[in-house]
């Protein structure tokens, strides 16, 4: 650990500032908090909201897991891995079951999330409304007064453009029967496993200076019209590592001849899944 | 005859700062009654119609609006949840550009469609259906639906903001400039589809034109506006075949016949 | 059906530094049903305004109009706007001197049009439209199309046809064979005297004597400024 930093880098206060809008976040689930976000040692767009929310959250005992595009390996969860291993010292893991917090950019785990376990999400555009109306002032009202008819205009585009609701990624989804959320980029292969999820899930925007939760056990509907319902994505292949079928796969081309195999993205459950085959 | 008007407006009066943007302004609508407010440039037409359609707080006055549950009802003291209701089911407004009123990112279809999906229709098929039936009364080619309305001419850009305010079959329909910046013949036709759909759905109307052949052909009744006030008011073609007030006269004297 | 009393009229023209050109003082009229009531007079004695306050489309600076409506009568010059557009869809009938055409809607419609508004369902308010039409021997190749390019005497047809279609208790016509020839003329005349028959009031102006003479059960002459 080194020293000379706060535990896990930030100040107490601002680490209270951040307990307090996350409080809120909660008791209101799915309502935008705004926050003092505050200058990071990297970069907007890299997580700057997810490593906030996850300092204002993390302990000395707790273990953390990162993962990118589902993996444990990639730059950014690596770097933000061992930015709180130096800063507040605590154990990582690439385990899911292990993890007591998991910041994630793109991807919720394929093992099911547990009680206890908090979800820290990356986000970088935290307004659903924010393609259809660029003033806040009005998408606030929109907010208060739950006016989210016009969401289901892009809905319709999708399906008289492609023939399907497109939208494969930050997919629209009511919370709690009251406020409309942005996942962040996670596919809409993931929404399901944010219903009703045992799991804590922390929801933060460094640049847009928000936070958002939905608390464990609450609702979370994706969008959808009666005769287009709301559908996940499905393979024709297996996992060309583990032969998982029900896991969300990553198209990896091998060669120049234009060779391709499809893999699970969550690089800790095709592993466990190995690691069972070959026991 | 229905017992009740519409819409009732009283004393309204609008300043920007020490300005006049209107000066009490007092009518009634009655259901099924087109209202022409006409006057030149700056005369305080278009300042009127916003006081009246809620998009501008007026400095004083009321207006009153016949809603379902209340009766008569002040708009300005309906809570914003109504107020937006009242908007997009018992009114429409036709903007002078279209531009203004439309969706230019989404296809025609979802334009039409806006408006039921914001009022809860969640039924794609039906949505659609509906939009179509609109397109084609307002004369544009259903298989045009899912072109991008950037696609599609001045007229037909209009045409398509009247069916996305129709679509939910309001009672009210505000109208500034219907027929601006179009050329004869497209306000010709526009005007003939908007003559029809009025009389057809027994629409009430407010529309601002400093057109005053667009006002004889639409407005059963006309009010002559001048300097924020309104200074002549009666049936159409006797305001304009029988001006009284100097304005008005000066006005109709100085059309210009083809 | 129609009372007149102590009608007044000036026309103040204010774009010409105001000057005013009285047209009538204390006109009076009365017409009953089965009449037809003829305003004769040289140009200018206002027989035109006096026909057009009838209608409401003037608007009168002193005394009363009382035209019948229903059961009951309405004084149209204190009346509100929507009671003279009640009045004009349900009694009162006018036939200008000019068709005043909308673009593109064809010329059944423009005849069927008043009828349609008192509530008459489609196909039975062109059947009348088209019998009229025929009547009036406009062609049937030019029903569907609109009259804007019509001749001015066609134009014309296509108004007493659109006058005579709704059937209105109390008719007002002003010059409606102005501009046509004999055999026009004839069916004008004709379906006056049929009106008469049927009950219903008519005051017309008429520049030609014969047509005057044939249709008229009162000449009421009115001299510049002053009305007997």
Redesign the interface.
């Known amino acids: 650990m080194s020293t000379g930093y706060n535990f896990a880098y930030l100040d107490e206060q601002t680490k209270r500032m951040l307990r307090r809008a996350l409080l809120k976040a909660v008791a209101i689930p799915g309502y935008q908090v705004p926050f003092g976000s505050r200058e990071m040692p990297l970069p907007y767009g890299w997580g700057t909201g997810g490593i906030q929310v996850t300092a204002a959250v993390i302990g000395a005992d707790d273990i953390l897991k990162v993962i990118d595009q589902g993996a444990d390996d990639t730059t950014n969860a690596v770097s933000i891995r061992r930015f709180f291993a130096r800063t507040a010292g605590v154990a990582t893991t690439e385990k899911t079951r292990e993890a007591t917090v998991i910041q994630t950019r793109h991807r919720i785990p394929e093992t099911p999330l547990s009680e206890g376990q908090i979800m820290v999400y990356q986000v970088p555009i935290p307004e659903p409304l924010r393609w ?1 109306e660029p003033r806040e002032t009005e998408t606030r ?1 929109m907010h208060a ?1 739950a ?1 989210y ?2 969401m ?3 809905l ?2 999708d ?3 492609y023939g399907h609701i497109a939208t494969t990624y930050d997919y629209p989804v009511l919370v709690n029967d009251r406020y409309l959320m942005r996942p962040s980029p996670i596919p809409k292969f993931d929404n399901p496993k944010m219903d009703n999820s045992p799991a804590l899930q922390l929801f933060g925007a460094g640049r847009e200076k928000r936070i958002y939760a939905v608390p464990p056990y609450t609702s979370v509907k994706s969008l ?5 319902p709301f559908e996940i994505q499905r393979w024709d292949q297996a996992c060309a590592l583990c032969g998982a079928t029900e896991s969300f796969l990553d198209e990896v081309v091998t060669d120049d001849a234009g060779g391709r195999m499809y893999v699970c993205s969550d690089s800790d459950y095709c592993g466990e899944r190995r690691d069972e085959v070959e026991q | 005859m229905s017992q009740a008007p519409l819409l009732r407006v009283s004393n309204l009066t609008h300043m920007y700062g020490n300005r006049v943007g209107c000066r009490d302004v007092s009518f009634e609508l009655w259901p099924g009654e087109v209202i022409g407010i006409v006057g030149e440039s700056g005369s305080g037409k278009s300042t009127l119609l916003s006081c009246l359609s809620t998009r501008q707080q007026p400095s004083a006055g009321l207006v009153e609006y016949d809603t379902a549950d209340q009766g008569l009802t002040d708009v300005y003291a309906l809570s914003e949840p109504r107020r937006r209701m009242l908007m997009r089911t018992d009114w429409g407004i036709v903007h002078q550009n279209p531009r203004d009123g439309l969706r230019m990112g989404v296809s025609a279809g979802a334009n039409v469609g806006e408006r039921l999906m914001a009022v809860g229709a969640r039924h794609y098929g039906r949505i659609r259906e509906q939009a179509g039936q609109w397109l084609d009364k307002v004369e544009i080619d259903p298989t045009r639906m899912d072109d991008q309305p950037a696609t599609f001419s001045g007229g037909m850009l209009q045409r398509l903001q009247i069916a996305r305010n129709l679509v939910t079959h309001p009672r009210l329909v505000f109208m500034d400039e219907p027929t601006g910046g179009l050329d004869v013949s497209v306000q010709a036709r526009l005007l003939d589809l908007l003559r029809r759909l009025v009389t057809d759905l027994g629409l009430s109307a407010i529309v601002v034109t400093h057109d005053l052949a667009v006002a004889r052909l639409l407005a059963h009744r006309l009010m002559v506006m001048r300097q924020g006030e309104v200074v002549e008011h009666g049936l159409t073609d006797q305001v304009l075949d029988d001006p009284h007030h100097p304005y008005t006269q000066l006005l109709v004297s100085s059309v210009l016949q083809p | 059906m129609i009372d007149v009393r102590n009608l007044d009229k000036t026309y103040v023209l204010h774009t010409q530094g105001g000057i005013s050109i009285p047209v009538f003082k204390q006109a009076e009229m009365h017409v009953d049903k089965g009449e037809c009531v003829t305003l004769h007079g040289p140009s200018g004695s206002g027989k035109s305004t006096l026909l057009r306050c009838l209608y409401g489309n003037c608007k009168a600076d002193a005394g009363a109009i009382l035209i019948r409506h229903g059961d009951g009568q309405i004084d149209l010059t204190t009346a509100a706007p929507r009671t003279i557009i009640a009045l004009r869809q349900h009694s009162l009938g006018y036939v200008s001197q000019f068709l005043r055409a909308i673009p593109r809607v064809p010329a059944i419609d423009v005849v069927a049009e008043p009828l349609r508004a008192m509530g008459a369902d489609l196909s039975m308010a062109r059947d009348r439209a088209a019998a009229l039409l025929a009547r009036l021997r406009i062609p049937e190749r030019l029903w569907q199309l609109a009259p804007a390019t019509f001749s001015g005497g066609e134009q014309q047809r296509v108004n007493i046809a659109r006058g005579f279609a709704s059937d209105h208790p109390i008719l007002l016509l002003d010059e409606p064979t102005a501009s046509l020839d004999a055999a026009n003329r004839a069916v004008v005349v004709q379906l006056i005297i049929e009106a008469k028959a049927r009950g219903v009031a008519l005051v017309g102006v008429f520049h030609d004597d014969e047509v005057r003479e044939a249709v008229s059960s009162r000449i009421v002459t009115m001299q510049p400024e002053v009305c007997s």
């Open positions: 259809l009202k007064l006016d008819g016009a289901h205009v892009k319709y585009e399906i008289a453009r959808d019209f009666e005769d287009h």
